[in-house]
């Protein structure tokens, strides 16, 4: 069997030679390249941290039929989110520019126990493979539109792994939600330090509901902008099959029976619906007080995860 390190030295030449050396490359093409990095580089630490810190039994333990069957999957995602950080520096470089340097990632909130690193796990690859699709509009040079696409459909690969390591669906719906480089540090940037990414993020927001969220779920927020009087706010939630989000009162957000699968909760000023549109989102962005924040609904059982994780623990 061929070896990750292998496959790297191999794959990874090709992905940046199919980039043809330039200058003076288009400052937003660079800046979703630079930006990407980032996002592979924590993905990778985030990994080497949970890999680093549990092993089989802990997984046995924490409900898991195998302990080797998640620790050679996540292992495969792990080398595979090293060789899209490598690639995407390569491009960078070839393209006549710099990675960021000095960023530095702290996940130990992510690792406390095995259930919330696979549970961070899942939330990763979704934000994730959101900055790729939301971000293609931004780059103006095809052929790293192209590397790009390459590596947004690994992420979904490792989406629908992580889905099952959770127990949940691999494919709970037919589209996935596009972000916005700032929707994409409200829940991510928390973990980056060191570096300028060029990007003010949005508000943080947190679902602060104990146990799982269903249809019906009355959501809770908390945020550090959400203080004093919150009557005039809206909650507004989207999934990746909707034009526009559903729009509630902050103070009563019930999950609607349509939802299955990963959705995003922002906290709006107003009730005009946020689009699912990232690039009209874009100009509704000064209308969103906190968010988003990712959640999951996992209403349908899947047999295939049915083998991976007792359901019983």
Do not use: W
């Amino acid at each position: 069997m061929l070896s990750f390190k292998f496959l790297a030295a191999v794959l990874v030449p090709l992905a940046v030679s199919a980039v043809p050396v330039r200058r003076g490359t288009d400052p937003s093409t660079l800046q979703v390249l630079r930006f990407a990095t980032v996002l592979e580089s924590l993905d990778t630490a985030f990994y080497e941290g949970l890999l680093g810190k549990f092993k089989a039994q802990d997984f046995i333990n924490a409900g898991f039929i195998s302990g080797d069957l998640p620790i050679t999957e996540l292992t495969t995602i792990e080398a595979e989110e090293g060789t899209h950080a490598t690639a995407l520096e390569g491009i960078i470089t070839k393209l006549g520019d710099q990675p960021l340097s000095g960023c530095q990632f702290n996940v130990s909130s992510l690792l406390t126990d095995v259930k919330t690193a696979v549970k961070a796990s899942r939330i990763i690859e979704q934000v994730g493979i959101g900055a790729f699709s939301g971000s293609g509009h931004l780059i103006q040079d095809p052929s790293v539109l192209t590397s790009a696409d390459s590596i947004l459909t690994s992420e979904a690969r490792h989406q629908a792994i992580t889905n099952l390591l959770n127990a949940a669906s691999p494919s709970p719906q037919p589209f996935d939600i596009p972000l916005l480089p700032q929707e994409v540090l409200a829940m991510a940037g928390g973990l980056i330090s060191g570096c300028d990414l060029g990007v003010k993020a949005n508000p943080p927001l947190t679902v602060t509901n104990e146990g799982p969220i269903l249809i019906d779920t009355i959501l809770q927020f908390s945020s550090p902008t959400l203080k004093g009087n919150t009557s005039d706010y809206f909650c507004q939630l989207l999934t990746g099959d909707m034009a526009n989000a559903t729009v509630l009162p902050f103070d009563d957000c019930p999950i609607p029976a349509t939802f299955e699968g990963p959705a995003f909760a922002f906290i709006t000023s107003n009730n005009q619906p946020l689009s699912g549109d990232v690039i009209v989102r874009q100009t509704q962005n000064s209308t969103v007080v906190a968010g988003p924040t990712i959640l999951f609904v996992d209403s349908l059982s899947d047999p295939i995860a049915q083998l991976i994780v007792n359901s019983h623990q």
